[in-house]
Each structure stands twice: as C-alpha cells, then as structure tokens.
C-alpha cells in the first residue's frame, strides 16, 4: 500500500496562483496512477485530473482545463498541481489519490486505492 500526504494548500486570491504536492510512501510510487480530487464544503467529492504512472498521459475535468497542470516526479516520489487563474469556485479541501495502474486513472472517487487527508484551498474574491 502507499500512503500520501497532500501540502501546499492556503489563501490565495483570484486570479492567484498555487501549487500542491502530494508526497507518496511505502509501496513503489511509480506502480500508481495518480488523480486529484476536491470538495468543497455541502458538495460531493469531484474529479479535478489524474496522470499515468509514467507521467505521459495526463486527464482533466473541463472546468480546470487550462488551468491547472497535474505532474509527477517518480524520483521524488510526488505527483503535484499547479492552479493558475484561480477561481473562487475552486475553493475546497483538495485530495490526491492513488491507483495501481500504468494507465490514467479514471474520474470517479471509487476507482482509487489510496487517498490522503487533504489540504485546505482558499480563494477570495
């Protein structure tokens, strides 16, 4: 198994920018397809983008597309997201989720193994 720990989130305003990272230990971390996910408060959990294990092949939600940039770097052991243009939409606990697969994984919540706690993104008008 692997365990993940999300960092990076905070108060940003619109129009800001930041950038997450999600640290993987224990199993290989390039075996896991690798997703992020948000939830904002009263709303269901929602796909925001996933990447391969290899980190060819990346998916996202159409709302973040052009965005939001997911990535990883199996070296460091770290899949991250870079969120330009934030919106005050995008305010939510953000989750990033693993998958043992070589491929993208999908969109919905119950196709991930692994999730972390979360962090808190802010953004105000």
């Known amino acids: 198994q692997v365990q993940l720990v999300e960092s990076g989130g905070g108060l940003v305003q619109a129009g800001g920018s930041l950038r997450l990272s999600c640290a993987g230990s224990?199993?290989?971390?390039?075996?896991?397809?690798m997703g992020w996910f948000r939830q904002a408060p009263g709303k269901e959990r929602e796909f925001v983008a996933a990447?391969?294990?290899?980190?060819?092949?990346?998916r996202y939600a159409d709302f973040v597309k052009g965005r939001f940039t997911i990535s990883r770097h199996n070296g460091k052991n770290s899949v991250y997201l870079q969120m330009n243009s934030q919106k005050p939409e995008d305010t939510a606990v953000y989750y990033c989720a693993a998958r043992k697969t070589s491929g993208v994984p999908g969109t919905s919540a119950d196709g991930y193994d692994y999730w972390g706690q979360g962090t808190q993104v802010t953004v105000t008008s």
């Open positions: 224990g199993d290989t971390f390039s075996r896991y397809g």
């Open positions: 990447v391969s294990s290899s980190g060819a092949a990346t």
